[in-house]
């Protein structure tokens, strides 16, 4: 998938926190997975210190509580509480605290849902033929992974539906924003 879209690996390359964050959802999934709920909200913690979009953890953890609710019908209660617990505790312990929840809401709704605020390139969307040009490759990976998925007989793994509708949400970010790479 690296070397699917320039842009992509050009973002990895970028000694930022976005690589790191990936890594985060990583362990977060993980931590999920094996039910360890301090570890989780450890992580959350950390989360809010290193990354301004560590929102997108909320998203991603909300979407592997929901789906195990819908594949397992089971409501992991206790993740929720980890990762909402430790957002909130990195939000209030962080350094720039609070400053800090006024960036994140500048950040995500000002510049970001709804544009008030006039950010650079980064936060518009890629024109149809720069999106085609940059990222064929993801765009058939994405639509190849959506395929298999939905032709897929056997009933999937709550983590599997998880990360794939963490995938949708993201590639519909991405087209509406660039940054969301």
């Given at each position: 998938?690296?070397?699917?879209?320039?842009?992509?690996?050009?973002?990895?390359?970028?000694?930022?926190?976005?690589?790191?964050?990936?890594?985060?959802?990583?362990?977060?999934?993980?931590?999920?997975?094996?039910?360890?709920?301090?570890?989780?909200?450890?992580?959350?913690?950390?989360?809010?210190?290193?990354?301004?979009?560590?929102?997108?953890?909320?998203?991603?953890?909300?979407?592997?509580?929901?789906?195990?609710?819908?594949?397992?019908?089971?409501?992991?209660?206790?993740?929720?509480?980890?990762?909402?617990?430790?957002?909130?505790?990195?939000?209030?312990?962080?350094?720039?605290?609070?400053?800090?929840?006024?960036l994140v809401y500048t950040q995500t709704f000002s510049a970001g849902v709804n544009r008030v605020v006039v950010g650079g390139g980064?936060?518009?969307?890629?024109?149809?033929?720069?999106?085609?040009?940059?990222?064929?490759?993801?765009?058939?990976?994405?639509?190849?992974?959506?395929?298999?998925?939905?032709?897929?007989?056997?009933?999937?793994?709550?983590?599997?539906?998880?990360?794939?509708?963490?995938?949708?949400?993201?590639?519909?970010?991405?087209?509406?924003?660039?940054?969301?790479?």
């Amino acid at each position: 998938l690296a070397i699917a879209s320039h842009v992509f690996l050009y973002r990895l390359s970028l000694p930022r926190a976005p690589v790191i964050a990936l890594s985060f959802l990583f362990l977060g999934q993980h931590f999920i997975l094996g039910k360890n709920y301090k570890t989780l909200a450890a992580l959350s913690v950390l989360f809010v210190w290193l990354y301004g979009g560590f929102t997108i953890f909320i998203l991603f953890a909300a979407l592997m509580i929901l789906s195990r609710l819908l594949i397992e019908k089971q409501m992991d209660y206790k993740s929720a509480f980890s990762v909402s617990a430790g957002v909130l505790v990195g939000l209030l312990t962080h350094p720039y605290f609070p400053e800090n929840i006024i960036l994140v809401y500048t950040q995500t709704f000002s510049a970001g849902v709804n544009r008030v605020v006039v950010g650079g390139g980064e936060w518009y969307p890629y024109g149809l033929g720069e999106w085609i040009g940059a990222h064929m490759g993801i765009s058939f990976v994405f639509l190849s992974i959506l395929t298999a998925f939905v032709c897929a007989k056997a009933k999937p793994r709550f983590d599997t539906l998880g990360w794939l509708v963490f995938l949708v949400v993201t590639f519909v970010m991405t087209l509406n924003s660039r940054r969301f790479i």
